[in-house]
């Protein structure tokens, strides 16, 4: 359990201390790889070198030989469900008669030392019949194709831009590898301790592979060292639970680095295929495009990312006609499913990219003619769903230009292009500005029943008012857990607040995504403490509570909080559903999917060696549209996070894949940026309410990752006069 720090007296719109960062900084925090039992077993994993072939014969002797090894499974030792899946039931548990992709889980060893593991795992012989591999999206097989149309799709306008954008693979680079600690149970199930994202799914899964019913498979989060989306699926959770159930002994397991990047999904790569008209006055007339997504070999959430391409494919526009279409497709590279920005990140790089050309076409600057199309509160998307909550995208834009340009450049070589590397001089440095405005929808979408559970308890510890907030939401690193204190302090008035460690044994939360968990949790956790502040009410004849006195209707204190609690503890629980949202038509995408849209606007400013290829961010200037800062030195710091990973995006990460091998499955070889990379930056928080949402909030956490990377990539543009229509840009991009 996690208590907050009673002396902080911090409510919703605060900024308490997190319970959880003195302990991080100190490295006192324990993360799911720090997980121990003292009667436990090492588990390692046996992983397909080929990212396709068939499998002729598994050969485990050497393996069972070895010394202090345990068990070797294989997909005959399944008890339940071979397969699992996030949305479609794909991926297989342990490859069953073929491998679909480089790094595909084939065997798990458990054995008395980690190194004997990984021994034993060695010591597998498989025979493998190398099959050519399906690399290319489009020769694939189709997984889905989502349609947007409205208006007419003959359309015409006076100017017309095109362009073909590609997006690489880029990694979430969680820093806490995927780890856990399975434990066998009396009755016959099994207890998991995990780092994720989503407890309740995890669940589902695990039972039906283990064939248990689900009260048999019981999860506790462990410490989450970061996670971005690529914890939504399962990783090592059934492979341990088997290990547990098969040797009756604790299993734990830690991938490695290397194991990481083969071991969770990716961003998906994306090739989009962009034309906009607009009339000589700059209004958009149509948008149509193309988007190819690579959902690698299984399935995960990609059916969802290609839905969030499609409906948020022509950005925070006003665009009467849109013939838009996203496809997404199995190949044979590594599995890509849900990473921060969801789909919208393909589409932002593609559709901004789009308006600087648009703008050079029309001989406006690139904020004008995104101004002029700005859409508005009431706006309709190209889906048919009216915005009807703030849509600030204007005043976002007009925020980030207004901002004060950074100081000129200095011959100062920690702060040129290479920086201390001293590659350049100054010689051939040239400065560029570039914008970009996105869009994202928060929360799940088309339908889905999304909801979270709280249980809130209010009793008396030693004399003094206290709360017990318990749910399942994971706390991955965003800040939930203070989040949810300061929601029962704001609602309860009471200082002391526990937040109980999340796990199955109350209902979901769904997942810690799609921004959600502020917004769907904070709401259920806030129904569940007006529920126990109506039940206190009802119980002493009260009408409200303020402070620690409970008054009637004429503002009388009937009682005090701690003697209405004297006759025990009141406790409530309660599921919380936001509005509802609506599958959309399979032939028009035209429907109303998503909860709530979310808008960043970003301004970059670099240095560019135009010599050389190498890029110096100097500033980034953001504003966003939070609704209400529930936490707002938690809300900047999720900004400045989520900037710094477009930030990589634009620039340096990318997991290179050639026919289906990962070529760079380490931190020396896949770049993210460092402290030394990321620069200043500019954070206006703006806060126009949602009338929909609890306070008014609106999700946070992927708007900055989306229109980051098309900021800094036009600012590029804009020193050096070229197209780069790729990211990362790398330095040939530039100088050839």
Request: hydrophobic content about 40%; aromatic content about 6%.
């Amino acid at each position: 359990m996690t208590t907050v720090d009673a002396s902080v007296r911090a409510g919703i719109g605060t900024s308490p201390r997190r319970p959880d960062g003195t302990l991080k900084v100190k490295g006192e925090f324990a993360f799911s790889s720090d997980l121990w039992h003292e009667d436990m077993l090492w588990g390692a994993t046996l992983r397909s070198p080929y990212p396709r072939a068939r499998i002729r014969g598994i050969d485990l002797t050497a393996a069972l030989a070895l010394p202090g090894v345990h068990a070797v499974l294989t997909q005959r030792d399944v008890p339940g469900a071979k397969r699992y899946g996030l949305e479609i039931v794909d991926q297989p548990v342990l490859a069953i008669d073929e491998v679909r992709y480089q790094g595909e889980p084939v065997a798990i060893v458990a054995a008395d030392h980690p190194e004997t593991a990984r021994r034993a795992a060695g010591h597998i012989a498989v025979d493998y019949l190398e099959l050519p591999p399906v690399t290319d999206p489009e020769a694939g097989e189709l997984l889905r194709r989502v349609p947007v149309r409205t208006g007419d799709p003959h359309a015409t306008a006076d100017v017309v831009v095109t362009g073909e954008y590609q997006v690489g693979m880029q990694d979430q680079a969680f820093l806490g590898p995927e780890s856990g600690l399975a434990v066998p149970a009396e009755d016959g199930g099994v207890d998991l301790y995990v780092a994720t994202q989503w407890l309740h799914v995890d669940r589902k899964q695990v039972a039906a592979c283990l064939g248990l019913p689900e009260e048999k498979v019981r999860l506790s989060l462990a410490g989450v060292g970061g996670a971005f989306g690529a914890r939504e699926d399962l990783s090592m959770q059934v492979h341990a639970s088997l290990l547990a159930l098969h040797t009756r002994r604790p299993v734990k397991m830690v991938y490695g680095r290397e194991e990481s990047f083969y071991g969770h999904v990716h961003r998906h790569p994306a090739t989009l295929r962009y034309e906009h008209g607009a009339t000589r006055a700059g209004d958009l007339v149509y948008v149509r495009a193309r988007i190819v997504l690579d959902g690698g070999a299984y399935a995960s959430s990609s059916t969802a990312v290609a839905a969030n391409a499609a409906t948020l494919g022509v950005g925070p526009y006003e665009v009467p006609n849109v013939d838009m279409e996203a496809s997404v497709y199995y190949t044979n590279n590594p599995p890509c499913g849900a990473m921060r920005g969801f789909g919208a990140v393909q589409a932002c790089f593609a559709y901004e990219s789009q308006m600087d050309k648009l703008a050079a076409a029309l001989g406006m600057t690139p904020v004008e003619v995104r101004i002029r199309n700005a859409m508005t509160a009431g706006s309709r998307m190209p889906t048919g769903q009216v915005v009807d909550g703030p849509a600030p995208v204007a005043a976002l834009l007009a925020r980030v230009r207004a901002r004060p340009a950074p100081p000129p450049s200095t011959l100062d070589s920690r702060e040129l292009p290479g920086g201390v590397s001293n590659t350049t001089h100054g010689e051939g440095v040239v400065r560029g500005v570039g914008y970009a405005i996105g869009i994202k929808n928060v929360a799940f979408s088309e339908g889905f029943d999304d909801y979270s559970t709280a249980r809130v308890r209010l009793e008396l510890i030693a004399g003094e008012p206290a709360v017990l907030v318990h749910t399942a939401a994971a706390e991955v690193g965003q800040g939930l857990v203070t989040v949810q204190a300061q929601i029962a302090r704001t609602e309860l008035g009471v200082e002391r607040v526990t937040v109980a460690t999340a796990d199955t044994s109350v209902g979901s939360a769904g997942s810690s995504s799609a921004s959600r968990q502020t917004y769907v949790t904070g709401g259920a956790v806030r129904a569940a403490c007006q529920a126990v502040r109506a039940t206190l009410l009802a119980r002493v004849g009260g009408a409200d509570l303020m402070g620690d006195k409970i008054v009637n209707a004429a503002g009388m204190v009937v009682a005090d909080l701690a003697e209405a609690l004297g006759d025990g503890p009141v406790e409530e629980t309660v599921r919380w559903r936001h509005r509802p949202t609506y599958p959309i038509d399979p032939e028009t995408g035209q429907g109303d999917a998503h909860v709530q849209y979310a808008f960043a606007a970003h301004r970059a400013t670099v240095d560019v060696d135009v010599e050389l290829g190498l890029v110096k961010v100097v500033e980034i200037a953001t504003a966003q549209d939070v609704g209400k800062a529930v936490n707002p030195l938690a809300v900047v710091g999720q900004i400045q996070g989520g900037t710094a990973q477009g930030l990589g995006l634009a620039l340096m990460e990318e997991v290179q894949v050639v026919d289906g091998v990962v070529r760079n499955p380490s931190f020396t070889d896949y770049l993210i940026p460092t402290i030394l990379d990321v620069p200043p930056m500019a954070v206006d928080v703006l806060e126009m309410a949602d009338p929909h949402a609890p306070y008014g909030l609106r999700g946070v956490g992927e708007p900055p990752t989306i229109s980051s990377t098309p900021a800094i990539v036009a600012a590029v543009r804009a020193a050096t006069g070229k197209a780069l229509g790729r990211v990362p840009i790398r330095p040939e991009h530039i100088t050839a």
